[in-house]
């Protein structure tokens, strides 16, 4: 089905499936439990987990599949931003020219930056990236934000004010909006002592990383998608082989960049605002670490890696010394005191001390990332032994 | 004029002239053979062949044109391809990628920008693969992956990934260094095959000379960086000068 074959439609299905029903997945504890404090199904983080997975799948094109580790792709995704919010800005609140234009004012980006940064490969490749991105960032902070031309405004971020011209606006809504669905409508489902919300932005975001998802599955098993797993492997047969492995990387370079727009656009759709930050190298870093946990090279790891640490941060961040002693509540006294002393510094702002800890054990354990995890318990259940499921397989002629 | 002309090469690293005034002819449809001890500049010269190296003088025309100065994959898509004295494969995929890539090259030349195309509908691709392994009779090892097979075998892949491209020259830099005496011998039945069946040039460089009697119509040698005598096989075997440079130099 979809061009794909019997192995690649059941993942592509099951994604599918997960991504509709993720307000209910997401939403394990009833609203009222001590629990509740861990349902992730509220429209803004699954919103991120859409976003953050295309991010990702992108991002795993070029570094799982073609092996060029760049360390400045959040620029990507800031321009994106950036792009939307300025179409905003000018023509109407509806996302569909915004996103049109992240994507493709980021393909033209990353054609730039990268003709250039693909001239090395290795870890020079990775400085060369990291060292635009940060241009960028400097450059939307400040440089491109003065009176007489002002693209990003600073600090205070792009936003849309009333006396913005919006020449397309009518009377059309406010707030972003898909031809008058507005992005933040939200109808919740009450059943017994839980709450399901149901988030138009959701499940356009949701919309959007099935289709990119999809691409990645098709750009996985075509001839193209063969030649950037060669070129990963052995660049110097690839060249002697007849194949010129510059336009293979640069198109991979600018495919996983326009991904990067989409979602940056995503983002600016979910939330009119575009800030310089959201450039940093920090942003560029997490992109990183989301494929690497999840399984790098391999189709649904980078969406279990986004997930994952999305789920960190908006989760664990939240976790803080009142909620523990809640928990431990039952315990007496000075017991509960030691263990709230114990936690603390892993919840709350100490978060990116777990996200570590636990990044650290999985590329030690399994360096194959979370997917390689569910392989190896996978096996054990059903005591076959088979390799990552979305790895790609031998091809097989077509029945 | 022969299908590949060298003309008056040199190569000099730093101190160490490589190459001096390397003339050769390679004429169309033989199998001409390079021997000399090691150092002696045969992989050296292989390499201004493809566009790993540029030669500092001369000149070097295939099929009548110059090819200094190009880049490998540009000399590839000429129809030269060249098998490696360490095997250069795609040594992460299966065999039967590692050839599909060679095959798509040779079709699609060397860009091709479908990342929506399924590699299952190729059906002509696999076919050609298929046939391609079994003449190498790497059928049974389809699905490997090619790091882990012997050093034989991705000797013999990386010739199948050569082949399969149909290449107008074929470039072999010591084809059967480190394989077991069967394996060298179905080796030269192979190789024996492509000069009868597909009338493929080839330049073969061998240390071996089993390999370059039952093989070869014309023999270099090169000493030194500088062809002493060009010889059919059955001259060379009695020749003084080939005796000298290899006992002078080190025998493998
Ligand atoms: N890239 C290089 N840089 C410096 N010296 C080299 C290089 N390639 C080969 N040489 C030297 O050139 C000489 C010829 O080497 P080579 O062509 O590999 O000999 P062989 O006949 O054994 O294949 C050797 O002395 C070798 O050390
Ligand atoms: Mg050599």
């Not at chain 1, 406010?174 to 009450?190: C, P, Q, S, V």
């Not at chain 2, 490998?72 to 590692?98: A, D, K, M, Y």
Request: charged share 15%.
């Amino acid at each position: 089905m979809f061009g794909l074959d019997k192995a690649d439609t059941r993942t592509f299905l099951f994604v599918i499936a997960i991504t509709l029903l993720a307000p209910f997945i997401l939403n394990p504890f009833p609203t009222d439990s001590a629990l509740a404090q861990f349902n992730g199904g509220y429209p803004d983080l699954m919103q991120r987990f859409m976003i953050f997975g295309i991010f990702a799948v992108g991002f795993n094109i070029l570094f799982g599949l073609t092996g060029y580790l760049s360390f400045g792709h959040a620029a990507f995704l800031g321009v994106g931003s950036y792009a939307a919010v300025w179409m905003f800005k000018l023509l109407s609140f509806n996302i569909i020219p915004a996103i049109a234009l992240s994507i493709l004012v980021t393909g033209l980006f990353s054609l730039a930056i990268g003709y250039i940064c693909l001239r090395r490969s290795g870890i020079y490749f990775s400085i060369l990236t990291l060292a635009f991105a940060q241009m960028s960032f400097a450059m939307a902070y400040s440089v491109l934000s003065n009176p007489s031309f002002n693209l990003t405004n600073g600090e205070t971020g792009l936003q849309v004010y009333a006396s913005d011209p919006q020449y397309l606006k009518g009377s059309g809504p406010d707030i972003t909006h898909l031809f008058g669905l507005e992005m933040n409508a939200t109808k919740t489902l009450e059943v017994g002592a839980w709450a399901f919300q149901f988030n138009t932005g959701f499940y356009v975001c949701a919309f959007f990383m099935i289709v990119a998802f999809y691409i990645a599955m098709r750009i996985f098993r075509s001839p193209f998608g063969l030649m950037l797993r060669a070129i990963k492997t052995n660049q110097t047969r690839l060249n002697y082989t007849g194949l010129n492995s510059r336009p293979y990387t640069l198109a991979a370079f600018v495919i996983s960049g326009m991904y990067a727009g989409l979602a940056g656009g995503l983002l600016a759709a979910m939330d009119p605002l575009a800030g310089a930050e959201r450039m940093q190298w920090t942003a560029s870093g997490e992109v990183v670490l989301m494929t690497i946990l999840g399984g790098a090279g391999t189709l649904i790891g980078p969406l279990l890696g986004a997930g994952f640490i999305k789920y960190f941060e908006n989760i664990f961040s939240k976790i803080n010394d009142n909620v523990l002693h809640t928990w431990f509540s039952l315990m007496p006294e000075s017991i509960e005191n030691f263990l709230v002393t114990i936690i603390h510094p892993f919840v709350g702002k100490g978060w990116h001390l777990t996200l570590g800890l636990m990044f650290m054990l999985i590329v030690i354990f399994l360096p194959g990332g979370l997917v390689d995890g569910g392989t190896r318990i996978w096996n054990k259940i059903t005591g076959r032994n088979r390799t990552s499921p979305d790895v790609v397989a031998s091809p097989k002629p077509a029945e | 004029m022969g299908i590949l002309e060298i003309n008056n090469v040199n190569k000099r690293f730093g101190g160490l002239q490589a190459l001096g005034d390397v003339n050769l002819s390679v004429e169309e449809g033989t199998v001409h053979a390079i021997i000399g001890p090691n150092g002696a500049g045969k992989s050296t010269l292989l390499n201004c062949l493809i566009g790993k190296l540029l030669p500092d003088t001369g000149t070097v025309t295939f099929e009548g044109r110059s090819i200094l100065g190009l880049k490998p994959h540009q000399i590839n898509q000429l129809g030269i391809s060249r098998v490696f004295q360490t095997p250069e494969i795609f040594s992460t995929l299966s065999v039967f990628e590692n050839v599909m890539i060679a095959c798509f090259a040779k079709r699609d030349g060397s860009f091709q920008l479908n990342p929506l195309t399924s590699i299952r509908g190729e059906r002509d691709i696999h076919d050609k693969v298929e046939q391609m392994l079994l003449d190498v009779n790497m059928a049974d090892k389809r699905n490997a992956i090619a790091a882990s097979m012997s050093r034989g075998d991705k000797r013999r892949l990386e010739m199948a990934m050569c082949l399969v491209q149909d290449p107008k020259l074929l470039l072999l830099d010591e084809p059967t260094a480190g394989m077991a005496r069967a394996d060298t011998n179905n080796t030269i039945e192979l190789l024996k095959e492509i000069e009868e069946k597909r009338g493929i040039t080839m330049v073969i460089i061998e240390h071996d000379m089993h390999v370059v009697f039952s093989l070869a119509n014309k023999i270099t040698v090169l000493a030194q960086g500088t062809p002493i005598v060009e010889d059919v096989p059955s001259k060379i075997k009695g020749n003084l000068k080939v005796q000298e440079a290899y006992l002078g130099g080190a025998h493998e």
